[in-house]
């Protein structure tokens, strides 16, 4: 996976389309972000540079309610390939 911001786009593209919101704010996050499960938000440090948010969020999504269906074709060949990642890293 290419270190760019059409990489993270494509990454925040999943969340929106699963009614999550990503937000970059500032703070002490000890692992780069922080999920507000009720209200479906992702906030993420933002100081964070282009490679250490797409490392978190290929950590997250993999934990998240992803509605799959509500997904594009293309958000749906990314996220099937953050899931076998994550199994491959898991097992």
């Known amino acids: 996976m290419k270190y760019t911001q059409s990489t993270v786009?494509?990454?925040?593209?999943?969340?929106?389309?699963?009614?999550?919101?990503?937000?970059?704010?500032?703070?002490?996050?000890?692992?780069?972000?922080?999920?507000?499960?009720?209200?479906?938000?992702?906030?993420?440090?933002?100081?964070?540079?282009?490679?250490?948010?797409?490392?978190?969020?290929?950590e997250l999504i993999?934990?998240?309610n992803i509605d799959y269906d509500k997904l594009t074709l293309e958000s749906q060949k990314l996220y099937d390939s953050l899931i076998k990642q994550s199994a491959a890293i898991g097992e």
């Open 9 to 58: 786009d494509k990454l925040e593209d999943i969340l929106g389309e699963s009614s999550y919101v990503v937000r970059y704010e500032r703070g002490t996050f000890q692992s780069g972000w922080c999920l507000l499960e009720a209200r479906k938000v992702v906030v993420l440090n933002k100081f964070l540079n282009t490679e250490g948010r797409i490392n978190t969020l290929i």
């Open 62 to 64: 993999p934990q998240l």
